[in-house]
């Protein structure tokens, strides 16, 4: 897998803001680049929406999430059938009931601004560990190969500083084969299309753990039957299923 940018900042001197504007496409740093990643950020304040610290508490964390697992080996490079096993991924969904209050007032706060018309949105957020010398997820994919509808968004929400090799990677036009990372931090959150442009990890090789959680939103004009179902949950790409049940509109729920 060809890689355009390799560099990366030391631990201590990762980027502390993501160099775009909200709703705006990538630019300065990245956008110099010829494989800039297309994706917009959408900003939130971490005090009104704690989720960082609702899931350091969910996984029992006491110290910074990006510490998490230092202490141990990383093991055995995760694939797509065990990424989401390892304990962490098994407290986060155990504990999520803590958590989705946060969750939900970010979907119909900044998330619904960001929509601006009617949608669905996922109705549990995946979780993801990205180890020291491991991997987030386990291959360089498209939503789509894995079933997801088209017109869906992919919001990528780091909850510890992301940048280089413990970020996720993503191509810069579809079938491009090109790709660089994005580059955020708590507080941000990168939305791209990712049923279309192929995304994944390289090995973590910034000594810093990042920890993070994506979901996707989908406007209802868009959602149409089918009968696909997610490869982590089982669970068909519908309204009450994967998706949220109620749709959310403008500033409430629609029956």
Known sequence: MPFSH????????????????????????????????????????VKE????????????????????????AAGERWVRENDQASAWHREFYAH????????LALIYGPVRKFMAEPFYYQAVPTFRVHLPGNVAVGEFHTDG??????????????????????SVWIEGDPGSDRYAPIVAKPGEIAVFNAVELRHGNQANTTGRTRVSFDFRCIPT?????????????????????????????AGFALA
Do not use: C
Request: charged share 25%; no cysteine; proline share 8%.
């Open 6 to 45: 390799a560099s990366e900042a030391a631990p201590d001197t990762a980027p502390d803001a993501v160099p775009v504007e909200l709703l705006e496409d990538a630019t300065s740093a990245a956008d110099a680049q010829e494989d800039a990643p297309d994706y917009r950020v959408l900003r939130y304040g």
């Open 49 to 72: 929406f704690p989720i960082g610290k609702l899931v350091a508490e969910a996984l029992g964390v006491a110290g910074r999430l990006d510490r998490l697992g230092s202490a141990t």
């Open 96 to 103: 999520f009931d803590d958590i989705r209050p946060a969750y």
């Open 145 to 166: 190969q894995y079933g997801h509808p088209v017109g869906e968004l992919s919001f990528w929400m780091p909850l510890t500083k992301a940048w280089g090799s413990n």
């Open 221 to 249: 004009r868009l959602l149409r039957p089918t009968e696909a179902k997610s490869i982590n949950t089982g669970m068909r790409f519908a309204p009450g299923g994967y998706y949220s049940e109620s749709v959310v509109g």
